[in-house]
């Protein structure tokens, strides 16, 4: 017979992680690392701390940096946390209020009530002539629009810039509505 031996008696070995940049440590990491320092610290208590990280480190693939932070956090707290998520700066779009909103609407009008193709670049200019938005990127601007509806077309390789078209059926009808109760007669072309 064959004397193979047994390994009944140890666990199996923790999946090594990549020491890779993997952004922060979710919860459950940062709790087996905390296991396994306690396990460390039962079964040799009498360990060096440099011993126990460098066996964290080997174990489960974390960096000595954030083995030695998520420790230290647990030493001071008793508990460790899940990472918080800053969720980054608002963006510029998201601090117009409604008021400035509707001021680039009517300047996005005025270039179609003259006659013109509203581009993003045209549009920028009157902004920074009328109003006090001075740091509107071409970007921001871009975001803005599309996020008070409008929408761009491409046609012939030149970008035109309208609205969504249930919004110019609804100014159609109200201006019908409006030229009705003023009295104006209503000329219908191209109908059979």
């Known amino acids: 017979m064959d004397a193979t031996p047994s390994t009944s008696g140890l666990s199996s070995p923790l999946k090594r992680r990549k020491l890779i940049s993997l952004g922060h440590l ?25 011993a126990v990280v460098s066996k964290i480190v080997t174990t489960m693939g974390i960096a000595k940096s954030t083995v030695y932070r998520t420790i230290k956090e647990y030493r001071s707290t008793g508990t460790v946390v899940s990472p918080k998520h800053s969720g980054g700066c608002p ?23 003259k006659n013109e193709i509203p581009t993003l670049n045209k549009i920028l200019n009157e902004i920074k002539k009328n109003m006090d938005l001075q740091n509107v990127s071409h970007s921001s601007l871009y975001k803005l629009m599309k996020e008070i509806n409008f929408k761009y077309l491409k046609r012939s390789r030149k970008s035109d810039l309208i609205e969504r078209d249930d919004i110019v059926r609804w100014r159609y009808s109200t201006s019908i509505k409006r030229y009705r109760s003023e009295g104006r007669p209503l000329y219908y072309l191209d109908e059979k």
Not at 26 to 50: E, H
């Open 26 to 50: 979710s919860l459950n990491k940062k709790q087996s690392m905390i296991n396994l320092y306690k396990q460390i610290l039962t079964d040799q208590p009498k360990i060096k701390f440099t």
């Open 91 to 113: 963006g510029l779009v998201k601090t117009f209020d409604e008021t400035s909103k509707n001021i680039i609407r009517r300047i996005v009008h005025s270039f179609f009530l």
